[in-house]
C-alpha cells in the first residue's frame, strides 16, 4: 500500500463492462513531507475521494478488485482508505547504509 495525493480525475467514455460506474482518480505517492513523486497512476476510486485528498493506495490486483467488488475485473489499483492523519514514529527514514557515507 501507498500514501498517495490525488492530482486529478480521470474521464472515460469507453470502458471495460467491469469499470462502469467506477470512477477513476490521478493519484500520485508522497513521502513523509507531503511532496509528490514517481509517475502517476490510474486508480478505481472506492471512497468518493477528491483532488487534493491524501489516500491509501493498493496496486494489490486482488485487493483492488475486491475492494470494488467486482471478480475477475482488470483492475490492479484502488483507492481504500482517505487519511486523515499520519503519525511516523521516527523522525527520519532509515538508511540501507547506517547513515554512513
Same mark, same amino acid.
Given at each position: 500500500m501507498l500514501l498517495s495525493k490525488v492530482v486529478g480525475e480521470v474521464v472515460a467514455?469507453?470502458?471495460h463492462v467491469t469499470h462502469d %460506474?467506477?470512477?477513476l482518480l490521478l493519484v500520485r505517492q508522497i513521502d513523509r513531507a507531503g511532496a509528490?513523486? /514517481?509517475a502517476p497512476l490510474v %486508480?478505481? @476510486?472506492t471512497l468518493d475521494a477528491g483532488v487534493g485528498d491524501t489516500v491509501l493506495l493498493t496496486?494489490? /490486483?486482488w485487493a483492488a478488485m475486491t475492494a470494488v467488488k467486482r471478480a475477475k475485473a482488470p483492475i490492479d489499483a484502488a483507492v481504500i482508505a482517505i487519511v486523515d492523519s499520519v @503519525?511516523?514514529?521516527?523522525a527520519e527514514p532509515a538508511q540501507a547504509d547506517g547513515g554512513r557515507r
Open positions: 467514455t469507453q470502458n %460506474a467506477l470512477k509528490e513523486h /514517481g %486508480a478505481v @476510486d496496486l494489490d /490486483g @503519525d511516523w514514529l521516527e
